[in-house]
């Protein structure tokens, strides 16, 4: 089970191997379908809620915990800050 589980982490880490801009600032669509109702600014405590309250898969998650705690005003902020902790 606990390789199975590790495997599935591998696996949802690999689909964010280019997390989470490109060249238009777009949040990666697999993280932004889970802050798809998030109201601006939202700060990170919020963003973890907002993400947890879509069913958020763990690497996610995990993201997001590592997101400076400060505000964010747009989406463009929150792609920006996952693309130093993709980095």
């Known amino acids: 089970i606990i390789l199975l589980q ?9 689909m964010f191997n280019t997390l989470p801009i490109n060249d238009n600032k777009r949040l990666n669509p697999e993280l932004q379908k889970y802050l798809k109702s998030v ?4 700060n990170k405590e919020d963003l ?3 993400a947890c309250d879509n069913d958020a898969s763990e690497i ?9 705690d400060k505000s964010y ?6 792609a920006e800050e996952a693309n130093k902790i993709a980095s």
């Open 6 to 14: 590790l495997i599935n982490i591998t696996l949802e880490a690999s």
């Open 39 to 42: 109201d601006y600014p939202i």
């Open 48 to 50: 973890i809620e907002e």
């Open 60 to 68: 996610v998650m995990e993201i997001l915990g590592r997101f400076e």
């Open 73 to 78: 005003y747009n989406l463009s902020d929150i």
